[in-house]
C-alpha cells in the first residue's frame, strides 16, 4: 500500500445536487468516487495523484434500470452484478450482460459500475464495444444542466473523454432496436477469468433473406479507444455473409483499427485475433 | 503391512485455524513499539553508487536509517558462498538490489520516505540473456560469469554417431516463473541485548537464516533466533530469500532498539525476490532405425541472475535429471549455470529439473517421429529397469514397471483412442478448434543430491509430557503441504497412539534441531523417517525401562510417561540422519546413487486450441506415479493437482516479462496465474511400491508434479497442431504465428 | 511535509456487532478490520483486487476489502472470516475444508469460505460451472482448486441431507 493516505480526502455529499455543486464550485478538484474498483488500485500503486473525491456511491438519483418502449435507461452507478440480473437486459442486451460477466470477479462485479468503467477511460475496458454497439447515449450532468450525447464520440483519445471537471455521468441509455438481430461477443484475455482484455470484440446484426441488412461492430483493445469498425461496417452491409465479403471486410479492419504491442499482447497478435473473430461473426451471421 | 494410522486421510493437524481465520501469519502479528521497514532498492540493472540523497519534505531525524556501513558482521546473505551482498555498498549487480533501509512508525509516511530516496548511480552495461552470459560481453561475476558446470558422462557417445539410424537435434527454452505464494514475504525482527537477534516469519528454512544472520551480525549460534509463523506458501520462494528480509529487519531493529516488521507488497515481491531459473537446452540424439537410443549428447545451461544463491543445487538437479527414465548406454550432460544481472534466481518446486525435463521429453516426441513411431513405443523401448543405470552410473535398485505406469495413465485418459480420434478430427481443416493429447514420462529423486543428506545430518528429537503428550521437535516447515499432519500421523504410528496425542512443535531455532531444510522432496522420505526412529527410539525408552509392555493401550502409554519422568525428569529421543552405507557417490566424476529413492510418473494432457485465437485450453489432465506409499491420500493428492496447476501456468500462463533485467509486470493483473475456470479436473493417481527407507515405505513427491505437467502439454499441443513447441510459456501470441506458419 | 487530512469516524456493524473506529477517508477496508478492528483473518495478497485472499461480505455482497475506502464502510453490514462459524460451531463449509483438504496453506482460505459461503447463499445447490465461477475471483496456488470443489459439493451435500 503505497499512497500516502493523509494526504487524502474524501467527502459524502447528501444527494446529486450537493455533489454537482461542490464540483462547481471548485472545478477539478473534487472527482467522483463510485466503487473504487480502479480508483483504489491506482491509490494502493502509489499512482493516485488526485486527492479529493465526493463518495457518490450512495446517491440514488445515479441507481436504478428504467425500460421505455425504446431505451433502457440505466443509472451510471448500476454494478455489473446488477446488468446481470435484470430481466430484460438479459434478454435483449446479451453483449452488456457477456461484457459485465467477464469483467474481473464476482466481487469487482459487486463494485464496479458502468459509470466508474466509462470515466475510467480504458480502452482494455469490456462494456464500452457493447455500449457502442448498442447505440449508447451518456447523460453528463453539472451544476448548470444536462446533456445526452452520443457514447461513440464520447472519448476523444487514450483515457481522455469529453467530459468537463465540473460534470459526471448520471445515466447510460442504450437503444432496443438491435433486441432480435444476431449478437456476437468474445473477449480475449490473458485467462479465461479476471483478465483484463488483449481484444475485445462486440457486434450484431440483422440479417433478411440471408443478407447482412444492418450491422454494428466495436472493439477494444485495438486503439486508443473503443473504436467502432465503420469500414468493416460498410463492407458488410447489403452482404451475405460469406467468404468474399469476409476478406474484403477483414481487410477493412486490419487497416482501421491500431493495436499496439503492451505487456499483455503484441499489435500483430491483436490484428490476426481480430480478424479472426470477424470471422467467427460472420459464421454466426450464416448459421 | 497394515497401518493404523498411516494411509489415512487424517485431517489437516491446524485445519482448524486456518478455516476460521485465527491462523497467524507474520503479518497478522504486532509488537509493542514495533517500527515499519521498507527497502529502497536500485533502479538499475548494474552500476556503480555515487550518492545516495535523502530528500522531500520528509521528517528524516524520526527515521531509522541503515545502509552497508551498519553491517557489524560481514556484508553478506550466506548461503553457499557469501558473494551476495546484504546491503548493496559500493556497486549493484541487479534491479532492485537493496541499498537502503528505513524504518518508522507510520507506515504510510515511511512509503513517502522511500520515494524521497534518491540513490545517484553511475551505470555500467549490464547482461540479460544466457547467450550473452556466455559470450562474456561483460565479465559480471567471477572469471567467467559461471556460478557452477558440471560434467556427467556415461560410456563413449563420441562412438555412437556413426552406427546411428537417426540422429535428432534440438533446443528447447523455459522462461522465468515466479513461486507467487498467495503470503508475500515478511519478517519482524527483535535485537536486544539480553536475547541477541530474534526473527519471526514466512520460512522454509529456519537454519538457513540462522546461518546467514549469525554471519551477518557476527554473532554466536546461541545469540541468534529464528521462528517461523504460519507460512501462506512457498514452493521454493521462501527458501533462500527469507535470510534477504530477515536481515534487513533485523539490522534496522538493531540500529533502532525497536521491533521492526517488513511486509513485501506484492509487487516489490514479484520484482525482487528469487524465481525460477531459466534455461536452454540443447539435446543432440542417436538412436538406432528401430527406435533404440544410443547416444545422448545433452547440452544444459540456467541463467542464475546477479548472485550464486543456490544455483550449483539448481544446476546439479537438472543435470541429474536431464536423461530421464531411460537406459541409454552412452550420455554426455555437459551443464553451467551462468550470472546475468537480474535478480537471483532460486528454489522453485523441481529444482531445476522442470527445465531439463522439459527439454527431453518435448525432445523425445521429436525422435520418435524422425524415427516414425509412436511416441509412446520410443519410450517403451527405452524405460529403464531394475538392475540398469541410469545417466550418472546410478544403478536401479527399486522395483520399477514405466510400462505399467503408462498402460495405467494411457487407459485412464483414453490415450489410444484420442490420439486417434482427435488426429481423423483435425485433419478437417474448417474446424477452429484442433484437440491434442500428449504424455511425458518422467522421474523424481527425493533428498538431497548425492552426499547431501549426509552432509546435512539431519536430527531430530521427540519428547513426551508427563500426560502422554508426544512433542515432535523438527527443523521441517508446514507451509500447506501437510509437514505437520503427516509428521503426527508418522509418530502416531510408530507409538500406537492417535494423532490427536502428537504436537508439533513450531519450529524455532531455540527450540528444535536442525533437520534440514524443507525443500528437495525430503521431508517425508528423509525427515519422516527420523521421525518414526524417533518414535521407536521413545517406545525404546520406555519399554527397556520397565515402564511399559508390548500390547499397551494408550493410556498405558500416558501412565508410563509419567512414571519415567516422575523417575528420570525427561522422556526425549534424539535421532541423527545416517546416510545408508551402500549408497556412493563421487563429486569430482558426477556419477553413483544420485538419490536415495526416485518416484516415476507418466502425466497425459489433454488440450484443445482454439486457432482463432491460440488460446490453449487443458481439457483434462491424468497423472499417475508410484511413490513408495501414500502418508495421507487427501494431502498425497493434493500436493499433486496443486503443483500440476502450478506446471499448467508454468506451460502456458506465467510469462515474466524482462526489461533489462527487471520484471516489468509485477502484479498479479499482468503476471496471470491459472484461476478456478482455468483448470481442467486433475485426476491424480498412486500405485505404491514401499521404499525400505522411507517411513512406512514413503518416497517424496512434492516436486514431482512440476517435472512432467509442461511437456506433457507441449507434447498435446504438437498433436493438436503440428507445431513444434520448443518454448514455454507457450503464449498464444507465440503460439499464433507458430499457427500460421504450420498453414503457410 | 504534505497536507494531512483528518481521520472520519466510522460505524457499522461487523460480524454482528456493532463496531465504530477512526481512520484516513480513503484507508482501505482491509487494514481498518485488521489494525483498527484486530481482525486479522481476512489477508492481503495482492493489494490490487486480483487474489481475493481479502474477500468478505458487505451488505450481503461479496467484495474484495483492499478496494474498499473505509468512508464507505459507513453504516454497512460487514462480515469476514471470524464471523462464519456461530458460536463454536463451524460452518458446513468450514468443517468441508478440513475434512476434504480444502485448505493447504491457509492463506486463500478466509477469501475462499467467503466466497463459497456468499455462492451457496446465491446458488444452494451450485453445479460444477457454478462453483468454479463463483470462486473465480479467489486465487489459490496450493490446491489446484480441486479439494476446494469438493469441499464445497461436500458441504452443500450436507446442507441437503438436513433439509
Known amino acids: 500500500m503505497r499512497a500516502f493516505l493523509p494526504a487524502y480526502e474524501m467527502e459524502t455529499p447528501r444527494d446529486l445536487a450537493a455533489a454537482l455543486g461542490r464540483m462547481a464550485s471548485e472545478p477539478g478538484v473534487w472527482k467522483p468516487f463510485a466503487g473504487g474498483t480502479d480508483l483504489m488500485v491506482l491509490l494502493e500503486a502509489g499512482k493516485l495523484p488526485h486527492k479529493k473525491f465526493l463518495n457518490i456511491w450512495n446517491l440514488q438519483e445515479l441507481r436504478g434500470i428504467e425500460a421505455s418502449a425504446e431505451h433502457v435507461t440505466l443509472g451510471a452507478l448500476t454494478t455489473y452484478a446488477e446488468v446481470q440480473r435484470h430481466e430484460i437486459l438479459a434478454r435483449e442486451f446479451p453483449l452488456l450482460c457477456r461484457a459485465a460477466a467477464e469483467t474481473g470477479s464476482v466481487a469487482t462485479q459487486n463494485r464496479g459500475t458502468l459509470g466508474g468503467n466509462i470515466a475510467n477511460a480504458s480502452p482494455a475496458a469490456d462494456s464500452p464495444p457493447a455500449l457502442i454497439v448498442y447505440d449508447a447515449e451518456i447523460e453528463i450532468v453539472s451544476a448548470g444542466g444536462a446533456r445526452w450525447v452520443p457514447y461513440d464520440s464520447f472519448h476523444s483519445g487514450y483515457k481522455k473523454m469529453n467530459l468537463r471537471p465540473e460534470e459526471l455521468i448520471r445515466r447510460i441509455r442504450v437503444a432496443r432496436s438491435a433486441a432480435g438481430w444476431k449478437q456476437y461477443f468474445r473477449k480475449v484475455g490473458t485467462r479465461r477469468a479476471q483478465a483484463i482484455s488483449k481484444i475485445c470484440f462486440a457486434a450484431a446484426a440483422r440479417v433478411e433473406a440471408g443478407r447482412i441488412a444492418d450491422v454494428r461492430i466495436a472493439l477494444g483493445s485495438v486503439a486508443p479507444t473503443v473504436l467502432r469498425a465503420v469500414r468493416a461496417e460498410q463492407i458488410l452491409r447489403g452482404q451475405q455473409p460469406g467468404v468474399a465479403a469476409l476478406q474484403a471486410a477483414q481487410n477493412a479492419l486490419g487497416a482501421e483499427i491500431a493495436p499496439i504491442d503492451d505487456m499483455r499482447s503484441t499489435a500483430r497478435y491483436r490484428r490476426n485475433v481480430a480478424r479472426n473473430l470477424l470471422a467467427e461473426f460472420l459464421e454466426v451471421l450464416a448459421g | 503391512m497394515k497401518t493404523r494410522v498411516i494411509g489415512k486421510s487424517v485431517p489437516r493437524k491446524e485445519g482448524r485455524e486456518k478455516v476460521t481465520g485465527r491462523a497467524r501469519y507474520v503479518d497478522d502479528l504486532s509488537f509493542p513499539g514495533m517500527l515499519h521497514g521498507v527497502t529502497v532498492r536500485s533502479p538499475v540493472a548494474r552500476g556503480r553508487i555515487r550518492a545516495i540523497h535523502f530528500e522531500g519534505e520528509i521528517p528524516w531525524h524520526e527515521f531509522t536509517v541503515v545502509t552497508a556501513k551498519d553491517i557489524p558482521g560481514k556484508n553478506c546473505i550466506a548461503l553457499l558462498i557469501e558473494d551476495q551482498p546484504c546491503l548493496a555498498a559500493e556497486f549493484v549487480n541487479h534491479p532492485e538490489e537493496a541499498i537502503v533501509l528505513l524504518a518508522h512508525h507510520d507506515k504510510y509516511l515511511l512509503e513517502e520516505a522511500r520515494r524521497a530516496v534518491r540513490i545517484e548511480i553511475e551505470p555500467l552495461p549490464g547482461v540479460f540473456s544466457i547467450a550473452d552470459s556466455l559470450a562474456r560481453k561483460e565479465i559480471i561475476w567471477g572469471q567467467d560469469n559461471i556460478f557452477k558446470s558440471f560434467h556427467v558422462e556415461k560410456g563413449d557417445v563420441d562412438g555412437a554417431w556413426a552406427g546411428a539410424g537417426f540422429v535428432v537435434e534440438g533446443t528447447y527454452e523455459t522462461g522465468a516463473q515466479e513461486q507467487l505464494y498467495i503470503e508475500p514475504q515478511g519478517m519482524i525482527a527483535q535485537v536486544t541485548e539480553a536475547e541477541g537477534v530474534t526473527v519471526w516469519g514466512s520460512l522454509q528454512c529456519p537454519h538457513y537464516v540462522h546461518k546467514a544472520l549469525m554471519i551477518l551480525f557476527g554473532l554466536p549460534r546461541e545469540r541468534i533466533r529464528v521462528v517461523q509463523t504460519e507460512t501462506g506458501g512457498g514452493f521454493g520462494g521462501k527458501e533462500e530469500y527469507p535470510s534477504m528480509i530477515a536481515a534487513h529487519a533485523a539490522l534496522l531493529a538493531r540500529k533502532s532498539g525497536r521491533p521492526v516488521k517488513i511486509i513485501y507488497d506484492r509487487a516489490e515481491d514479484m520484482a525482487a525476490t528469487t524465481k525460477r531459473h531459466p534455461s536452454r537446452t540443447r539435446h543432440r540424439t542417436a538412436v538406432s532405425r528401430d527406435g533404440k537410443l544410443l547416444a545422448m549428447d545433452i547440452d544444459f545451461t540456467v541463467d542464475g541472475g546477479a548472485y550464486e544463491t543456490l544455483s550449483p543445487v539448481v544446476l546439479s538437479r537438472g543435470t541429474i535429471h536431464a536423461a530421464g527414465p531411460y537406459a541409454c548406454p552412452n550420455v554426455r550432460i555437459r551443464s553451467r549455470a551462468v550470472a546475468t544481472n537480474a535478480p537471483p534466481h532460486g528454489a522453485f518446486r523441481g529444482f531445476g529439473a522442470p527445465q531439463s525435463v522439459f527439454a527431453l521429453e518435448r525432445h523425445l516426441d521429436r525422435v520418435a517421429e524422425a524415427v516414425g513411431i509412436a511416441p509412446e513405443e520410443l519410450r517403451q523401448r527405452n524405460f529403464i529397469r531394475e538392475g540398469q543405470t541410469l545417466a550418472v552410473g546410478q544403478v536401479v535398485k527399486e522395483k520399477v514397471d514405466m510400462n505399467a505406469l503408462m498402460g495405467r495413465a494411457f487407459e485412464l485418459s483414453g490415450y489410444h483412442a484420442k490420439r486417434k480420434q482427435f488426429a481423423a478430427a483435425n485433419s478437417d481443416s474448417r474446424g477452429a478448434i484442433k484437440r491434442g493429447i500428449g504424455f511425458a514420462s518422467f522421474l523424481h529423486g527425493a533428498g538431497f543430491t548425492g552426499s547431501g543428506e549426509e552432509y546435512l545430518a539431519s536430527e531430530v528429537a521427540m519428547e513426551a509430557m508427563a500426560d502422554g503428550t508426544v512433542h515432535i521437535l523438527a527443523g521441517s516447515t508446514e507451509m500447506g503441504q501437510g509437514t505437520n499432519t503427516i509428521f503426527a500421523q508418522i509418530a502416531a504410528e510408530a507409538l500406537r497412539l492417535d494423532c490427536e496425542q502428537i504436537k508439533i512443535i513450531q519450529p524455532d531455532t531455540a527450540y528444535v534441531p536442525n533437520s534440514g531444510p524443507t525443500v528437495a522432496s525430503r521431508t517425508a522420505m528423509i525427515v519422516g523417517k527420523l521421525v518414526e526412529t524417533a518414535g521407536l527410539g521413545l517406545l525404546k525408552l520406555l519399554m527397556d525401562g520397565g515402564f511399559l509392555q508390548p500390547g499397551y493401550t494408550a493410556a498405558d502409554f500416558s501412565r508410563a510417561c509419567g512414571e519415567y519422568i516422575a523417575e528420570h525428569r525427561v522422556l526425549k529421543s534424539f535421532v541423527k540422519y545416517e546416510h545408508p552405507r551402500d549408497l556412493h557417490w563421487d563429486d569430482q566424476k558426477y556419477s553413483g546413487d544420485a538419490y536415495g529413492a526416485y518416484a516415476w510418473a507418466v502425466y497425459v494432457a489433454e488440450v484443445s486450441v482454439d486457432t482463432r485465437t491460440a488460446e490453449v485450453r487443458v481439457n483434462d489432465f491424468v497423472a499417475v506415479q508410484e511413490v513408495g506409499k501414500v502418508i495421507n491420500p487427501v494431502l498425497a493428492a493434493g500436493q499433486i493437482e496443486g503443483g500440476v496447476a502450478q506446471g499448467i501456468g508454468f506451460a502456458l500462463y506465467e510469462n515474466v516479462v524482462w526489461q533489462e533485467g527487471r520484471m516489468v509486470n509485477a502484479q498479479m493483473t499482468n503476471y496471470v496465474m491459472p484461476t478456478s475456470v482455468d483448470l481442467p479436473a486433475i485426476r491424480v493417481y498412486f500405485e505404491e511400491i514401499p521404499y525400505g527407507r522411507g517411513p512406512a515405505g514413503a518416497k517424496g513427491i512434492g516436486e514431482l508434479p512440476l517435472d512432467g505437467t509442461a511437456p506433457a502439454i507441449a507434447n498435446a499441443i504438437a498433436h493438436a497442431t503440428g507445431v513444434d513447441v520448443r518454448r514455454i510459456p507457450i503464449t498464444a501470441e507465440s503460439l499464433l504465428e507458430m499457427l500460421e506458419a504450420v498453414h503457410a | ?163
Open chain 3, 1 to 163: 511535509m504534505p497536507e494531512r487530512a483528518r481521520k472520519i469516524r466510522v460505524s457499522c456493524v461487523v460480524n454482528g456487532s456493532e463496531a465504530s473506529f477512526e481512520a484516513y477517508p480513503l484507508a482501505r477496508l482491509l487494514d481498518v478490520l485488521r489494525e483498527e478492528l484486530k481482525l486479522t483473518g481476512t489477508k492481503e495478497g495482492c493489494g490490487e483486487g486480483e487474489c481475493g485472499a481479502c474477500s468478505i461480505e458487505m451488505d450481503g455482497a461479496l467484495v474484495n476489502s483492499c478496494l474498499v475506502p473505509a468512508l464507505q464502510a459507513q453504516g454497512a453490514k460487514i462480515r469476514t472470516i471470524e464471523g462464519v462459524a456461530i458460536g463454536g460451531s463451524l460452518h458446513a463449509v468450514q468443517q468441508a475444508f478440513i475434512t476434504h483438504g480444502g485448505a493447504q496453506c491457509g492463506i486463500c482460505t478466509p477469501g475462499m469460505i467467503l466466497a463459497a459461503v456468499n455462492l451457496l447463499a446465491r446458488h444452494p445447490q451450485p453445479d460444477d460451472t457454478q462453483i468454479r465461477e463463483g470462486l473465480s475471483g479467489n486465487l489459490c496456488r496450493c490446491t489446484g482448486y480441486m479439494k476446494i470443489f469438493e469441499s464445497v459439493v461436500a458441504a452443500v451435500r450436507r446442507a441437503e441431507t438436513r433439509a
